[in-house]
Structure formats: C-alpha cells, structure tokens
C-alpha cells in the first residue's frame, strides 16, 4: 500500500490569483526516500506542510497509510518534522527537547527517559543531554531536531531543507548520515531542497516541481538521463544542460541550430518542428565536426569546465584536468546523437525521435 | 566600534553626573529633614547634615499615620495589580499574536486606543462604572425596554448592582485594566519564530501547552520587567486609590501620607512627612533592587 497518496492537492492562498500548489497527485511508496526538488517558490514547501498539516489543503486529498488526513490535526496524522532552521525549545535542555512530544503524550516519566536515551545513543548525542540547543553546533543541533522526530516513531518524516543552514563539510556528512538514518528506520521519509547534489544523493524517488507543478517523478537516474521537460532538463545537473534552440531539417533526421550547424539526430521527427536540442557538458566531445572557439575556462580542480561558442551557439563542455585550453583557442566538438535531448519549442516536452530503421521501414512498407 | 574622544567622555560624564545629582538632592534632603527636629526640619537656611532624631521621627510617622495597616493595604493592592497585569497581558497579547480571527483587527485597535486614554483622563467615567459595575448592562435592559417587559411578566424589578468601592477589587482592577503590559508582550511574542510555534503543534501541543511549556519560561524576563513597573506603579497610584476609599482603614499608604502633610495652621511636622515619605519608599525601591537583574534583560535585550 502507498504510504503517501496526494490526489490533484491543491493550494490556493486567500486572494492569491495563482494556485500555489495547482493539482499535484503523486503515489509514494512505504519506505521510500522521496525529494522533492525544486526552484524556491515552486511550492514545494507548501506541499510538504500541507501534509504535516501546517497548512489547510484548498483541494483535493491527501493520505496517509490509506488514510484522509485533510481534516486531521498534525499530531494526529504520524508524521514528524524537521524544521529548517531546527526550531529547538531554546529554554530546554537537549534531553527535554527530544522529549517533548513524549510528554505532551503523557507518556511516564521513566519510559520518557528510556527512549529519549535510546534516540540520543543512535544520534551519538548521549553526552550532550543536559545542554542547552545555544551551547550546540549546527550539526548537533540538527542532530536533537531529527532526534525530536525520531523519538516518537512516526510513519513518515517530513524534512524542510534540512541541510541547507549548514556548511558545506557538514552538509555532505549530515546527507549520508540521513541516508543511513533511513535505511536503519524504513520509515517513509519526505524531504524538501532547492539543492540538487542532496535531492540526487538522497532520493528514492525524485520529484521536480516547478511554479506549483509536478514536472517529472522517477528514480535521480532516470529523471536525469532522461528529462521529460525542457525545465527539468535545465534545472538538473551542474553544469547545466546546453540548451539550443533549431528547427529540424534535412529531411527529419537531423536539426538545424539558430546560427549554428547542423547537428545529426539519432532518429526521425516532423520536419520543420521549433525544437530545443540537449546536451549534457559531460556528452560533448572534444574532436568532431563541428568548429568553435574557447571563450572561457573554469578550473574545478578534478576537471575543467570549457565555455566555446559553436559558430554563434554557446556550448559548455568538461574536459579533465590535463586539457590545456586557453581562451580564443579553435578546437572541434562532437555532439553525439545518441546522447542528444530533444524538447518541442512551445511545449517544452520530450520529443523522442522515431529510431530511424522503424521509420525507414514504415516509408518503404 | 572604538573611539577615543577624551573631551567627550569629560563632557558627558559632567552631564551625566549632574543628572545624578539633580535626582539624589531631593532625597538626601528628605533624609535630613527625617532626621531633625520640629525646628530643625523648618530652619533658614536649611540643614545639610544629618540631625539626631530619625528613630523619633520613624516611630512617631509610623504610629500616626498607621502605616502597619496601610503597608498591608497597599501590598495588596500593588501584589494584586502586579499579578493581574501580568496574567491578563500575557493571555490578551498571547491571542492578539497567535491566532487568527475575525475581529482579531479591531480588539488590537481597541486595545491600543487605551493607551492614549490613561485613568486619570477618564477617572469620571472609571469612578461611576466602579460605583456599579453593572451599571452598562442595567442601561443596556433599560434602553431596550426589556427590563419593564421582565417586570411586567414577572413581577420582579431587574436591578443590576455590583459595588466596587472601598473594597480590594474597586482598587486593582481598574489599574489592571490598561495596555502598556500587552504592548511589551506582543513585542516579545512576535520575536518568536514561527517555526518554533509550527514544532509545538507538530509535538502535539495545544495553545495552552504551547504558552505553559514554551511561552511563558522564554517569556520570563519579559515577566519580572512588567511585574516590577507593575508593582511600582501601583504603590504610587494616588488620586485613584483616594477617590474609591471613603473608609480611612481602607486608604493605601499613599493616601495616609498625604493626610500627614500639614496643612492651613497645623505643626509643620516636615521632619514626620519626611520620615513616612522614606519608609514608604522602601518596598519598591526593594522590589526594583531585587528584580534589576532580570528588569534590564526584559526590557533590553532578546535573550538568544
């Protein structure tokens, strides 16, 4: 059964003209890390709070373990959160902290003490019970938050952002650390980010979303080689995908770039079609056909990020770390057609090319 | 930020220094004078040094004015006006803050036009209201007619009668009933996080909860600065405490320090009013002295 069901959930903010969240449905399996990953105001937030129960639900309906939850109060719907900026009791110590939502419960004192140690020991936070979340650092005090969801054993955990208030280093330690957290609970866990390499990292399941829109779900691999939106393409991976923009010609199998040269497709489409023509930095060959000209070099140490302009196309290619490049150098590239996307201009959508033996065999039968 | 204006520092702390002055004269002269004679304390050119007589003078302020009676009285008063402050701000600013209703706009302008009206300005209407408090309710039957209808159908004459005066309630709670602590508790409370009010719903705590575990510790500092201003208040509350009490065994110590002062033909006692004056300064001067620490942190500083 599908530990998280939203079906068309919508939100609409009082005097808003725009819906914040317009119709996402989404099926999330027991179990699953899902991200949910998106620019900052795409809604992503909303939906997550939504689902805690922060935020009331203006339509459709969203389910917990089968159940409906539009109507329940966040504590009763077995999920827990962790908040972005932590939002630890400032007054308590870390022992009380975690221990909360176990004394509104009304649990004995005795057992309270029990789990919030057992909680505390698998976060190694056991020596910092007595402190106050001022005297912590940011990745302790993250620790005591996730701990705080944790210690009520909750279905599903919400994150928002969880990371992002931290520095770099510990950003990457906190990002297995979840993983693993994860994997050790097998509870169904949501997360929110604005950040890629997390939402690549973390995810089961990804889901891109944009201006309240669900734009792709899938596995981070699936939904990185093969983007179904032109938006999704853009947003995913770093550098970004080149995007060019042509028209398909000579006869279906190959698309005429704006300024550009004619760039062979592994397949058939419509001629004439206004395409947006992919391709990934790391798929860019060096050596091939078609001539340009270095503008810029970036040095990220295990590689180099190379800026050329392909005739009046700018085209942004990897090459390793030994490449000696230099600006205004002529060198040639390759864009291999079976590692080329390509997005209908005006939709924006996935445009599969028909594989040219198929095609060539529809016109000869 | 580093700087070093030597001419300034001199100029200021003369500033500073004579403020000082100008606020310790009168009370070391108020000490001189508790410490002479009748004579003394009325001398041209006035005394400057301290006389024999301040245990004389304490006894005898102490015994005529009563003032056993009349510190119990007034604490009372100033505890019960500084616990009501307290309480009733922080529940009124707690629902001005946290939760969203209809009228939420209105209450807060409501609350907020008090300010601008203190007792003293409406001490006529306050007086009449504590005279009967439900005395608007009996205007309200009348007006409607409904207090003939009630008559006529049964017989029985609604009158509406809850005297306030020359009692406890008749002094606190008109003092209770101002905005100042409000305002400081809806500062403090909108400081909070939202995210940290969103936790405490997702731990499962209710409003109430949230203010008992959450609200009120974060909020203590916010609580001993209100509750000092409060009870210093109160203590020196004059005209009010005088209009309401017609008994004398119900008048506060500010009100029997007054009666104290000579008048017309009487024995200038100077030297008695001042010895009263002192010891009636003691308990707020004590309560500020205890609570400065915590005093200055509310009213300065956010704790983090």
Not at chain 1, 1 to 12: F, N, P
Not at chain 1, 258 to 284: F, N, S, T
Not at chain 2, 27 to 51: C, E, H, K, S, Y
Not at chain 2, 61 to 73: I, S
Request: hydrophobic share 50%; net charge positive.
């Amino acid at each position: 059964m599908a530990a998280i069901t939203l079906d068309h959930v919508s939100k609409t903010y009082p005097g808003a003209t725009r819906a914040s969240v317009d119709g996402v449905s989404l099926d999330l399996p027991e179990g699953a890390f899902v991200v949910v990953l998106g620019p900052s105001g795409c809604g992503k937030s909303t939906l997550l709070r939504m689902l805690a129960g922060l935020e009331t639900i203006t339509g459709g309906e969203a389910r917990i373990a089968g159940r409906r939850v539009n109507e329940l109060e966040p504590k009763d719907r077995g999920c827990a959160m962790v908040f972005q900026n932590y939002a630890l009791y400032p007054h308590m110590s870390v022992a009380d902290n975690i221990g909360y939502p176990l004394k509104v419960a009304g649990l004995p004192r005795a057992e309270r003490a029990a789990r919030v140690r057992a909680v505390a020991e698998s976060l190694s936070l056991g020596e910092h019970l007595a402190r106050r979340p001022g005297q912590l650092s940011g990745g302790q005090r993250q620790r005591v938050a996730i701990g705080r969801a944790m210690v009520r054993e909750p279905r599903v955990f919400l994150f928002d952002e969880p990371l992002s208030n931290l520095d770099a280093t510990l950003r990457v330690q906190m990002r297995a650390e979840l993983r693993r957290l994860h994997e050790r609970l097998g509870a169904t866990s949501l997360l929110v980010t604005h950040d890629q390499v997390e939402a690549m990292t973390l995810a089961d399941i990804l889901v891109v979303m944009q201006a309240g829109r669900v734009e792709q779900v899938g596995p981070p691999r699936a939904v990185y080689d093969r983007p179904e939106t032109r938006f999704v393409a853009g947003f995913l991976g770093s550098p970004p995908m080149n995007l060019m923009p042509g028209r398909v010609a000579g006869g279906g199998g190959a698309v005429a770039l704006e300024d550009g040269p004619l760039v062979p497709l592994p397949g058939r489409l419509p001629a004439g079609l206004a395409v947006m023509l992919g391709i990934r930095p790391e798929h860019v060959t060096e050596g091939g056909p078609h001539a340009a000209l270095v503008e810029m070099v970036e040095d990220l140490g295990s590689g180099r990020v190379v800026h050329a302009r392909m005739q009046g196309v700018p085209v942004t290619l990897h090459a390793p770390a030994e490449a000696t490049l230099r600006r205004g150098q002529p060198l040639r590239l390759g864009l291999p057609a079976a590692r080329l996307h390509v997005f209908e201009a005006e939709s924006g959508r996935r445009h599969e090319p028909a594989p040219l033996q198929a095609a060539e065999a529809a016109l000869a039968g | 930020m580093v700087e070093r204006r030597p001419l300034l520092n001199l100029a200021t702390h003369l500033l500073l220094g004579f403020g000082l002055l100008c606020l310790l004269l009168p009370i070391w002269l108020a000490f001189i004078a508790a410490t002479q004679d009748v004579a003394g304390a009325n001398a041209v050119p006035m005394r400057w040094l301290p006389g024999p007589h301040l245990l004389d003078n304490l006894a005898a302020a102490w015994t005529r004015a009563d003032l056993g009676a009349r510190f119990t009285t007034s604490m009372i008063v100033a505890l019960g006006v500084m616990a009501g402050k307290v309480g009733l701000a922080m529940l009124a600013a707690f629902a001005i803050v946290f939760f969203d209703w209809r009228a939420k706009a209105v209450v807060f302008w409501l609350v907020f036009v008090t300010l601008m009206l203190p007792l003293e300005v409406r001490i006529v209407p306050t007086y009449v209201v504590a005279a009967n408090a439900l005395r608007p309710f009996q205007a309200i039957l009348d007006i409607t007619g409904l207090t003939g209808l009630v008559e006529t159908l049964s017989g029985v004459r609604v009158a509406l009668e809850w005297r306030m005066l020359n009692s406890y309630t008749g002094l606190i709670l008109p003092l209770v009933a101002t905005a100042t602590g409000t305002f400081l508790y809806r500062q403090f409370f909108m400081t909070i996080p939202e995210e940290l009010v969103e936790a405490a719903r997702m731990d499962g705590a209710g409003p109430l909860r949230f203010l008992r575990d959450v609200l009120l510790p974060l909020s203590r500092t916010n609580m001993a600065a209100l509750a000092t201003i409060m009870f210093v208040y109160a203590w020196n509350q004059y005209l009010w405490p005088l209009l309401v009490t017609t008994e004398p065994q119900r008048s506060t110590v500010m009100v029997e320090l007054s009666r104290l002062v000579p008048r017309g033909d009487g024995l200038p006692e100077w030297n008695i009013v001042m010895a009263a004056a002192l010891t009636v300064m003691l308990p707020p001067l004590a309560v500020v002295v205890l609570m400065q620490r915590w005093f200055v942190r509310g009213l300065v500083a956010t704790e983090k």
